[in-house]
């Protein structure tokens, strides 16, 4: 099987992450920041390539890839303006620790580069001690007990010339998982009492605690939460619900004023939407706290009678229009106004506005029944409190009859 490797490449120059034409990527995101987010997302090598023109900016580029060296972990492969052998020696140099980042407290592999692309310098390293770092740059600090000096000799070759870099680095020991734990140099125990005051005790550990806590968090993820999510719900469609039967006598006046006044059915529903839901999303006003108070008194008929016009601007006809809104709201008091007009478009009932006031006056005697019942709820609800309120009353009352004896 064949395998993959995927390498990302950077250009630098002056220090900074550029393209090929050698203009700044972004101004945002410096080059250690991208070789970061390379690495971190997949990139299994950085394939670093300097197009710096001067000395000042070559060297400012390898200012820049120690930075990436240091915290990367993928590994950096450099190229690019190598033309001299000093230039090989600064590569060498800013790379040879790795990960490590003092030569005094060497505790990770080494970075050994063999070649430097885009030079014509080959490199060979030779270790004073091979148990402690090899020549390919592993580092067995499990094998010493103490800190330990050991030298590295990279030989720069070309041709006949060749010349010698030595490097002095202290590799730190690294303990094992099995020696770091330390077992205790004196233990202490404590010798529980068998008995008592004459009677016998046994020692146990609640094995099962655990267990009860785990079956308590279960219970509340999987019953409680679903359950307290459907009330909320439920609450929420109840609302909508009230809210809109509360809305539809006055929704049902104003179409019979508009279309008494002469305007078509589809004008006179313009007209409705227009008269508080234009002007709330006019103002920019997305939260209700900042909506009229007759946006919000019938946000959600507003709203879907909004819908329905956007519909029939896209091209959505009248008739279909206004079964979807019917069907949407689901109320039966909103269906059967929907059939009317969809009726009045279909076979053309001249009866339209007659059977529309009739209508008016059915809901505005449901309207009063709905506002008997509401009154209903609320007497309900302040029961308790006026309870309570008596309960407090003779409190007092028997409170100073008794003090006053």
């Not at 050698?22 to 990139?43: C, P, R």
């Amino acid at each position: 099987m064949k395998e993959f490797r995927l390498v990302q490449e950077l250009i630098l120059k002056n220090g900074e992450a550029v393209d090929a034409a050698g203009q700044k990527i972004t101004m945002e995101k410096t080059a250690v920041d991208l070789s970061v987010f390379y690495s971190n997302f997949g990139a299994d090598m950085l394939m670093i390539r300097d197009i710096s023109d001067t000395d000042e900016e070559h060297e400012k580029n390898i200012d820049t890839v120690k930075e990436i060296v240091s915290n990367t972990d993928a590994p950096v492969l450099l190229g690019g303006n190598v033309k001299r052998l000093e230039d090989v020696k600064k590569y060498i140099y800013a790379h040879y620790l790795g990960k490590n980042k003092s030569s005094d407290k060497v505790c990770k592999n080494l970075y050994l580069m063999k070649k430097v692309k885009g030079s014509m310098f080959v490199v060979s390293w030779f270790s004073d001690d091979e148990k402690i770092i090899s020549e390919q740059g592993k580092v067995y600090g499990s094998r010493i007990s103490k800190p330990q000096q050991v030298g590295l000799t990279a030989v720069i070759k070309y041709e006949a010339f060749k010349e010698k870099l030595r490097f002095n680095v202290i590799v730190t020991p690294v303990k094992l998982l099995s020696d770091a734990m330390e077992k205790p140099k004196s233990l202490r125990y404590f010798k529980l009492p068998e008995k008592v005051a004459g009677k016998k005790i046994k020692y146990g550990i609640n094995r099962y605690e655990p267990l009860w806590k785990l079956t308590a968090i279960m219970a509340v993820m999987f019953i409680v939460v679903p359950y307290l999510l459907e009330s909320m719900t439920k609450s929420k469609v109840s609302d909508r619900e009230k809210q809109l039967k509360l809305a539809y006598p006055e929704m049902i006046e104003k179409f019979v004023l508009l279309v008494n006044a002469g305007l078509p059915v589809k004008n006179a529903w313009i007209r409705i939407t227009e008269t508080e839901g234009e002007k709330s999303k006019a103002n920019n006003y997305t939260d209700k706290n900042y909506l009229s108070k007759n946006y919000r008194d019938n946000y959600y008929l507003i709203e879907e009678m909004l819908l329905t016009r956007r519909q029939m601007e896209n091209g959505l006809s009248e008739e279909k229009a206004y079964e979807l809104f019917g069907r949407r709201i689901g109320l039966l008091s909103y269906m059967k106004f929907c059939t009317l007009l969809v009726q009045n478009m279909k076979k053309g009932t001249a009866d339209l506005i007659r059977i529309l006031e009739y209508e008016s006056a059915d809901v505005f005697n449901e309207r009063k029944e709905n506002v008997k019942i509401l009154g209903e709820e609320a007497g309900t609800k302040l029961l308790l409190p006026m309870m309570i309120m008596m309960v407090i009353i003779f409190a007092i009352i028997m409170y100073a009859a008794f003090a006053g004896m």
